[in-house]
């Protein structure tokens, strides 16, 4: 089972196959697999803008900044049943990307991210103690080549009109 919060966001048409995106709210997702895991994700402050181009099915601009993150997981072993939990949190992250067309078709996007403020506690069984991981900053790079997102766009188009168990089976 999963439920996540409404995804809200306002688009401009530039006119020319390009669309302004905005994009202001908290967030909100729990999944639950009964006997597996339970997650849950959430962002205080979700905040995005881009411009996205219709013909490279991207955007060639974006940032995102999120705010007082935090993720809480359950994982059950399937063999001992055992639990792990662990929890996360994140002050603050800004991630900026652009992409363009490949050289070799699809998409190739570049990126850079900032988190502040992150923490991470796991209680493990078999160690039997807490153990507390924190860091005061983070940052890294991204760089992906070739991407091709009609893919990921037909998959989402076919959960879309097969929102259930029996309609997918059923394609």
């Not at 006119?15 to 202001?24: F, R």
């Not at 895991?37 to 959430?42: F, N, Q």
């Not at 995005?48 to 935090?70: H, I, K, N, P, Y």
């Amino acid at each position: 089972k999963a439920t996540v919060t409404p995804i809200e966001f306002s688009l401009t048409d530039n006119g020319d196959g390009t669309w302004e995106m905005e994009q202001d709210q908290p967030l909100d997702l729990t999944l639950s697999v009964p006997g597996a895991a339970d997650i849950s994700v959430k962002i205080a402050s979700y905040k995005s803008t881009g411009t996205f181009d219709e013909a490279l099915q991207s955007f060639t601009t974006s940032t995102t900044t999120l705010t007082d993150m935090v993720l809480s997981e359950k994982i059950i072993d399937p063999t001992t049943k055992s639990e792990t939990n662990t929890s996360y949190s994140l002050a603050s992250m800004t991630f900026e990307g652009t992409a363009e067309e490949g050289a070799d078709g699809g998409v190739d996007s570049k990126g850079t991210y900032e988190a502040t403020g992150l923490s991470q506690t796991m209680m493990v069984p078999e160690m039997g103690m807490p153990i507390r991981l924190t860091a005061e900053t983070q940052s890294g790079t991204a760089d992906i080549s070739g991407l091709r997102p009609d893919a990921f766009y037909k998959l989402i188009a076919f959960a879309v009109a097969n929102p259930d168990a029996a309609a997918a089976a059923a394609q």
